[in-house]
């Protein structure tokens, strides 16, 4: 009855999880503790769903797993696929090939020119970093860095508003975005951020790149926000491989960034790299993470915020990480003390060694700590029926 109901606003299809019975689909629920701030977002959302007449901006924060892009674009086409009038923009981007690492199969990216590449995940790696974690400094005097749709299929694979993220230590670098020559660009420049406006929607283009002049200067990128300015719903994908809690404070310009946007709902999948580190804390882990979630009120201080618990794992293959449960138990206090949401991932993959059920039945890879391909679009799916679970309640007791 739940999703013949929502198949009136979208094509959703309940995940078949018959055939995976360690998966425990009796808890796949979020648990909200935040009322108020849910509800508001539940209204804009349903807003959105009957009439179209609101723009949504959805971030998901993570690690390798978000970096990957998989599970999270498993999210953004199940909840733009969702509503009749999603047109919105693709959102926040990091081309991290640019930086010799993994990228996201649905946004493909080249360049020319030398860059070095720097993680906030990464101790030694010095920044500054803006709010997508990754920065990549130019060893070269030119670059043109090529960003395209891999398969355009719908209005939100098109944008025409780029809003480039950067530092030029001396002012000394222009930045050109090269499309049709049919197309009129406008531009506005600040400091570290240029924003481009394109008199149609296009889905890729080519950021030029070029030192004016030779002299000591220095250029690094933060990476790009794509936009259509339409209503609709967009869902950022943030993530830096061994990201943790720690990495995201290490983001000085987080919050400049941020605000063009006012995020409505963050989804925050950080904790898997924490459970790694030798010096672990609980009280760190809770306290790190209440400093990250005030950033976030410090934009919008009503946001929706829900904290997905760690996938279950392994040390070297070898040992359960027993700290998942540690995690698990911060997170919903954080979830009860500061009124957000809770999505049990590791319950609902089956607990503790779990992992090994996922492996088996070739939903996690052989490390013991990531999923495949198919294993993250299954996150994926499980996470967005257990958010339309919410909301349907929310439309039952408010319709």
């Not at 179209?52 to 674009?73: R, T």
């Not at 733009?80 to 996201?104: D, E, M, T, W």
């Not at 906030?120 to 803006?130: M, R």
Request: glycine residues 6%; hydrophobic residues 35%.
């Amino acid at each position: 009855m739940l999703f013949n109901g929502f198949n009136l606003l979208g094509q959703f299809i309940s995940p078949n999880t018959l055939q995976y019975p360690f998966i425990e689909t009796q808890e796949n629920d979020l648990k909200i503790y935040g009322n108020k701030v849910w509800n508001q977002f539940f209204k804009k959302l349903d807003n959105q769903y009957s009439n179209g007449e609101d723009k949504i901006n959805i971030l998901h924060f993570g690690g390798s797993h978000i970096q990957a892009d998989i599970w999270s674009n498993r999210m953004r086409t199940n909840f733009q696929h969702s509503s009749p009038y999603c047109n919105s923009g693709r959102g926040f981007i990091f081309p991290f090939r640019l930086i010799k690492s993994n990228g996201s199969p649905v946004i493909m990216s080249s360049h020319t020119g030398r860059w070095k590449g720097y993680r906030n995940s990464v101790n030694h790696h010095h920044g500054p970093f803006g709010l997508m974690g990754a920065r990549a400094e130019l060893l070269d005097t030119l670059s043109n860095i090529n960003i395209w749709h891999k398969n355009p299929l719908s209005n939100y694979d098109s944008f025409n508003s780029i809003d480039v993220f950067f530092t030029d230590s001396s002012n000394n670098f222009e930045i050109k975005i090269i499309v049709d020559s049919n197309i009129k660009i406008d531009y506005k420049r600040d400091k570290g951020h240029i924003k481009f406006k394109l008199s149609r929607l296009v889905d890729s283009l080519t950021i030029q790149i070029y030192r004016k002049k030779d002299i000591p200067s220095n250029f690094s990128f933060f990476g790009l926000l794509l936009d259509n300015e339409n209503n609709g719903i967009s869902y950022h994908s943030i993530g830096v491989n061994g990201a943790s809690v720690k990495s995201y404070l290490r983001c000085i310009d987080f919050e400049q960034q941020l605000s063009l946007i006012q995020p409505d709902l963050v989804i925050f999948s950080i904790g898997i790299n924490d459970a790694y580190e030798e010096d672990f804390s609980k009280e760190s882990f809770y306290n790190n993470y209440d400093r990250l979630i005030q950033k976030i009120k410090s934009i919008n201080p009503n946001t929706a915020i829900l904290l997905t618990t760690n996938n279950d794992s392994y040390y070297m293959r070898k040992y359960p990480n027993k700290r998942a449960l540690e995690v698990r138990e911060k997170m919903l206090q954080l979830a009860q003390n500061k009124d957000l949401a809770l999505w049990d991932m590791f319950q609902v993959m089956g607990g503790l060694n779990s992992i090994k059920d996922w492996q088996k039945n070739k939903l996690a890879k052989n490390d013991l700590i990531h999923l495949t391909y198919d294993g993250y679009n299954l996150i994926g799916d499980l996470l967005f029926e257990a958010f339309m679970k919410s909301f349907i309640n929310y439309i039952e007791n408010n319709g």
